[in-house]
């Protein structure tokens, strides 16, 4: 299974949007939580999860949906395992680096 991939660059932001190949689409809900998976920001290019590492090291900010991509992204150290937020049991996280 691969992932979809877009970034977007945006005043000197760059901002990674990933999420796992088969979420893509998709709603989830849980509670007053609601997660859409929607085309025009997540859809670009089909990757290999393995392609997450560079992308992540030059993403400014980051907005990952899905366990092959939150999951590459805490064994890389970029997100806490204990902050990632599950919806209707699919882990969404966020990132943004803090630049001095």
């Not at 901002?15 to 689409?25: I, K, N, Q, T, Y």
């Not at 998976?37 to 859809?43: C, D, N, S």
């Not at 900010?61 to 590459?72: M, P, Q, Y």
């Given at each position: 299974m691969?992932?979809?991939v877009k970034v977007y660059r945006v005043q000197g932001e760059v901002l990674l949007a990933a999420c796992d190949e088969e979420l893509m689409?998709?709603?989830f809900r849980e509670g007053e939580l609601k997660?859409?998976?929607?085309?025009?920001?997540?859809?670009?290019?089909?990757?290999?999860?393995?392609?997450?590492?560079?992308?992540l090291e030059e993403a400014t900010i980051a907005n990952l949906v899905g366990e092959r991509c939150v999951g590459k992204a805490i064994e890389l150290g970029y997100i806490?395992?204990?902050?990632?937020?599950?919806?209707?049991?699919?882990?969404?996280?966020?990132?943004?680096?803090m630049l001095w």
């Amino acid at each position: 299974m691969k992932i979809y991939v877009k970034v977007y660059r945006v005043q000197g932001e760059v901002l990674l949007a990933a999420c796992d190949e088969e979420l893509m689409g998709k709603t989830f809900r849980e509670g007053e939580l609601k997660l859409e998976v929607k085309e025009r920001f997540y859809k670009g290019e089909l990757r290999d999860v393995e392609d997450l590492e560079k992308l992540l090291e030059e993403a400014t900010i980051a907005n990952l949906v899905g366990e092959r991509c939150v999951g590459k992204a805490i064994e890389l150290g970029y997100i806490d395992k204990d902050r990632v937020l599950y919806i209707q049991g699919v882990p969404h996280a966020q990132m943004a680096k803090m630049l001095w």
